[in-house]
């Protein structure tokens, strides 16, 4: 008898690194850990700090390897800075005085005149990310990129993903990142995106924080609805206007009066974060989920005067996605085109074959058949096609008899009555 496993929690963890580039800073210049320090105000020269301690110690010799070894009076102080530069982020010693990111150096000034000032190495940055984004691969396969310090990753799966929520698994990332490049991360392990992301911040620097659904009321229900991912300074406005403050008054609302207010899709998606509910996937980099190609024209054109120039550029955009895909080696079954008319209204169309593909005469044909059913009413300033639900092409399955026929039935247009004021017909000209 097969012993059965037990069913899976769904477990997702965001990591995000600690005071990111100012920790990278400190790694060349360790004599600066635990001093108020901020990034920003302008790129670095490598020479500048070297000329200035050759000139205040020039008994000894100092090169690119004594880095570590500048004494701290040496560093220069924003006191007095005057200049429009601002700081890209700021060391936890710095933030204590109120000093973070985004915020002018001049005015950082004012909070902390002793907080050293370091220019920005995006370089230097580039490279520990890719750092610690490859050293958390090799333990968890399954990451999302979501920029320069942070990144989303399926535990569920994952040899002790489960174990405490995810503790164990988030603590020998934490250390296997610590020990190849002396950075520190903080790590939220959730059900989901949306509350590992919260739960990443809860316990910054250097920490771990474990949430399970039933800690929704206690944990995330007191927030400042600004917490979620999603909810901007424009929504949190409007929801204080309505007297919504925490996500426990977000989750108090009704459904009905939230899209209401807010939108159909704005609406419920405030509904279900509020209630903790988010289904997204982690989506790796090397599955992309879809490839298109557009264009805005020169002028806005016609579907019936400019019908030629039509057709060529919607040809060339389909021939333009086929060889995307086959250069990255990928087959897609649903086509879809994208039209935005002169007044920016945009309208979407898709069509899902019975086969993948990525062959430009079958996604021509495809993208055409969604055509048929747009309204032209207006002339037409950007067009555009795109191929989803992508598989590699190694991957797809083989056409057998069957779905060879259903391949050439998916080509069968279907065209509409003849009319002859009917909008659909003009459509098919190109
Ligand atoms: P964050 O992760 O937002 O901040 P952080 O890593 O510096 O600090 P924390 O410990 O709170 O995560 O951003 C990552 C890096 O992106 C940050 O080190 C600098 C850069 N950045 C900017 O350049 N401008 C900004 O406004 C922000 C927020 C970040
Ligand atoms: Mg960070
Ligand atoms: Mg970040």
């Not at 005071?19 to 850990?33: H, M, N, T």
């Not at 010693?93 to 220019?119: D, E, H, N, T, Y």
């Not at 990753?153 to 164990?168: N, S, W």
């Not at 550029?313 to 649903?334: E, H, M, N, S």
Request: charged share 25%; glycine share 8%; with cysteine.
């Amino acid at each position: 008898m097969v012993a059965q496993t037990p069913a899976l929690m769904r477990r997702i963890a965001h990591l995000d690194m600690d005071a990111f580039y100012a920790s990278v800073e400190l790694l060349r210049y360790p004599q600066l850990k635990g001093l108020p320090v901020v990034i920003g105000g302008g790129r670095r020269r490598e020479d500048d700090l070297l000329a200035q301690v050759r000139q205040r110690y020039p008994d000894r010799e100092w090169g690119i390897e004594h880095l570590a070894e500048i004494p701290v009076d040496v560093f220069p102080r924003i006191a007095g800075y005057s200049g429009r530069g601002v700081i890209t982020t700021a060391t936890y010693a710095a933030r204590a005085f109120g000093v973070g990111s985004a915020m002018g150096v001049m005015k950082a000034a004012q909070l902390c005149p002793q907080a050293i000032l370091l220019p920005v190495d995006f370089e230097q940055y580039r490279h520990y990310s890719r750092l610690f984004k490859s050293i958390v691969r090799d333990i968890a396969p399954v990451v999302e990129d979501r920029g320069v310090d942070e990144i989303y990753i399926d535990f569920t799966h994952v040899p002790g993903g489960q174990r405490e929520g995810g503790r164990v698994l988030a603590r020998l990332i934490q250390k296997c990142i610590t020990d190849a490049t002396g950075l520190t991360c903080s790590i939220g392990v959730a059900p989901n995106k949306l509350l590992a992301k919260m739960a990443s911040e809860m316990n910054k620097p250097n920490g771990i924080s474990i949430l399970f659904i039933d800690d929704l009321t206690e944990k995330i229900w007191p927030l400042a609805c600004r917490k979620i991912n999603g909810i901007g300074p424009k929504a949190e406005a409007k929801l204080k206007t309505h007297g919504i403050h925490t996500i426990g008054e977000l989750a108090a609302c009704e459904r009905d009066g939230l899209t209401k207010h807010f939108g159909k899709s704005y609406g419920a998606w405030l509904f279900d974060a509020a209630h903790g509910v988010d289904d997204r996937p982690v989506v790796t980099e090397s599955e992309p989920v879809s490839m298109s190609r557009e264009t805005t024209f020169e002028k806005d054109l016609h579907v019936q005067h400019d019908r030629a120039a039509l057709g060529d550029i919607f040809t060339r955009l389909c021939q333009q996605v086929a060889a995307d895909l086959q250069r990255k080696g990928y087959v897609g079954k649903t086509i879809g085109i994208k039209l935005r008319f002169d007044n920016f209204q945009s309208v979407t169309r898709d069509n899902t074959l019975a086969f993948f593909t990525a062959d430009p005469l079958a996604i021509r044909q495809a993208a055409g058949q969604c055509l048929k059913r747009i309204e032209f009413k207006r002339r037409i300033r950007l067009l555009g096609v795109r191929v989803g639900s992508l598989v590699k092409a190694a991957d797809a399955p083989s056409p057998t008899s069957t779905s060879e026929k259903s391949l050439s039935s998916a080509f069968v247009v279907q065209e509409p009555p003849p009319s002859k004021d009917s909008p659909y017909e003009q459509a098919d000209l190109f």
